[in-house]
């Protein structure tokens, strides 16, 4: 069954003939009933009740009629939606952000996405890297935007962009006797309460890297997966943490905090990348949205 074969078989019953359709359709009547006998044997009914030349619909006619109208009319409005899908005046777009690049990216990428394109219906998700590259497979969104090395991240199916660097820095309670401006050696971390991340936050490798090429060992007894939870232990005086610069941009609750340079930190960075599925590529509104976030970002981030 295609919709030629529906829209001859429409045609006959509005003529009113097999005859009268191939006029209108500048057609021969033997394939106007080759047609209507295609499409007879595909759905395995009889639609007409012939009588020499006078034909009228079976009751299996009449219900295909109804059925065939929504076909045909959805069928002829299909390249006009995708006319407003390229304009991007219809559409909807899915997107997943772990916790800091929504609070410090998105904003100022979501306000100009819907200044420029009022039409698009949004959905944001924010969850775990894990989560989100799980829900990027399944094409439950189509793109996520993640922090960590770009190197670290599934290479098959998917392709990734950087978006740019976030500097790394270590931040102390306020009233904290450290001070700067000459920036504190490595060692100074040597048993001192340390916020760590565990595996499941990307910024643990980087850290971690940090401590182990310094051979420095704090206490390690606190462990957590979001850098604003620790920058809220953070400001009540129970440990110290390193953590992405961003992350103390962005509003992230904790009051009573400052940063101390410390040495080593300047050269790492925390790398903040855009990422979609290899297999499902992205929508037109998914294409504007990611240059929209390559258009924004160096406002934000420093380029790699």
């Known amino acids: 069954m295609n919709l030629n074969q529906l829209k001859v078989f429409c045609t006959v019953v509005s003529e009113g003939g097999f005859l009268q359709a ?4 500048y057609m021969s009547q033997p394939a ?14 009889r639609l007409f009740n012939r ?3 006078n034909v009228s619909l079976t009751p299996e006619g009449r219900t295909l009629l109804v059925l065939a109208h929504e076909v045909l009319e959805k069928a002829d409005g299909i390249p006009e939606r995708f006319r407003e899908m390229k304009e991007l005046k219809l559409g909807k777009l899915a997107a ?37 590259l799980q829900r990027l497979s399944s094409g439950e969104i189509e793109m996520a935007v993640v922090g960590g090395n770009r190197r670290n ?21 306020d009233d904290h006797p450290w001070k700067g401006p000459a920036p504190l050696p490595p060692s100074c971390l040597e048993g001192e309460r340390l916020a760590r991340f565990l595996p499941s936050c990307p910024l643990s490798p980087v850290v971690e890297d940090y401590l182990l090429q310094h051979q420095v060992k704090p206490q390690s007894d606190l462990w957590v997966d979001d850098p604003a ?20 941009s962005a509003k992230t609750g904790a009051a009573g905090i400052r940063e ?6 300047e050269t ?29 970002s160096p406002k934000i981030l420093k380029t790699a």
Do not use: M
Not at 32 to 45: D, F, N, P, R, T
Not at 233 to 238: A, R, T
């Open 153 to 173: 991240l599934p290479t098959t199916g998917l392709v990734t962009r950087s978006l740019g660097l976030d500097a790394l820095t270590l931040i102390v309670q």
């Open 96 to 132: 997943g952000f772990e916790a800091h690049p929504a609070r410090t990216l998105l904003p100022p990428v979501l306000k100009r996405f819907r200044a420029e394109f009022p039409d698009i219906q949004v959905t944001i998700v924010t969850d775990r890297q894990e989560n989100l």
């Open 268 to 296: 790492l960075s925390w790398e903040i990348n855009v990422a979609y599925s290899t297999r499902l590529g992205l929508s037109y509104a998914g294409w504007a949205f990611e240059k929209i976030l390559e258009s924004e």
């Open 229 to 248: 939870i620790a920058a809220r232990f953070v400001s009540e005086g129970i440990c110290h943490a390193i953590l992405n610069r961003g992350c103390l």
């Open 22 to 25: 191939s006029r209108t359709l």
């Open 260 to 265: 101390v340079p410390l040495a080593g930190l």
């Open 51 to 53: 009588k020499g030349r």
């Open 32 to 45: 106007i009933s080759q047609h209507v006998a295609a499409l007879e044997k595909a759905i395995g009914v």
